[in-house]
Antibody, heavy 118, light 112 residues
Framework: QVQLVQSGAEVKKPGASVKVSCKAS????????INWVRQAPGKGLEWMGW????????AYVQKFQGRVTMTRNTSIRTAYMELSGLRSEDTAVYYC???????????WGQGTLVTVSS | DVVMTQSPLSLPVTLGQPASISCRSS???????????LTWFQQRPGQSPRRLIY???NRDSGVPDRFSGSGSDTDFTLKISRVEAEDVGVYYC?????????FGQGTKVEIK
């Protein structure tokens, strides 16, 4: 079955960077875009952008441009989201999600809590 | 950018009673290909979101048939015909028609 397994929780200081991984299994990795969505504590879902595992192309919401990079390693079927210049407002659970042809997300990772604190 | 507005934001429901959540978009969600890319997700406490409905009214495999989606253009609804205890959580609508993808604020369903 389709699975997206993310890396573990991280604690970072303001100004640092974090790189979250998302390992895919159960389907052809290169066929479906990987999207990243974050959720601040007690808040709603916020879409950050997407990455095409086949081409490596990516696109980001304007809010995160210049701070976020989405990449992949096809040999190990893993997508990555790196966020730099961390601030306290970036404290959130970060999810990867597989996008289907219906511009929708059918499978999600378990989430990675990133805490930014001095 | 398209803004997705859900109502109500909090929905106390009696077990076995119906529930309805509204989702309105600031622009038509009809894509140039003729499809409408409106999705509903359920997020139970402490869990990742789970897709329930895609393209307005298509229920995912394994989703109970008490969940149904309807609507068109800018006005969409998720209905639960008879709420069960396992339905407690937050429900989000999401549009994928326009860049950037956008979620509604979420509707918290709880048992009275």
């Amino acid at each position: 079955q389709v699975q997206l397994v993310q890396s573990g929780a991280e604690v970072k200081k303001p100004g640092a960077s974090v790189k979250v991984s998302c390992k895919a299994s159960g389907y052809p990795f290169s066929v479906y875009d990987i999207n990243w969505v974050r959720q601040a504590p007690g808040k709603g879902l916020e879409w950050m952008g997407w990455m095409n595992p086949d081409s490596g192309n990516s696109a980001y919401v304007q809010k995160f441009q210049g701070r976020v990079t989405m990449t992949r390693n096809t040999s190990i079927r893993t997508a990555y989201m790196e966020l730099s210049g961390l601030r306290s407002e970036d404290t959130a659970v970060y999810y990867c999600a597989r996008r289907t042809g219906y511009y929708s997300f059918d499978n999600w990772g378990q989430g990675t809590l990133v805490t930014v604190s001095s | 950018d398209v803004v997705m507005t859900q109502s109500p934001l909090s929905l106390p429901v009696t077990l076995g009673q119906p529930a309805s959540i509204s989702c309105r978009s600031s622009q038509s969600l009809v894509h140039s290909d003729g499809n409408t890319y409106l999705t509903w997700f359920q997020q139970r406490p402490g869990q990742s979101p789970r897709r329930l409905i895609y393209k307005v009214s298509n229920r995912d495999s394994g989703v109970p048939d008490r969940f149904s989606g309807s609507g068109s253009d800018t006005d969409f609804t998720l209905k639960i015909s008879r709420v069960e205890a396992e339905d407690v959580g937050v429900y989000y609508c999401m549009q994928g028609t326009h860049w950037p993808t956008a979620f509604g604020q979420g509707t918290k369903v709880e048992i009275k």
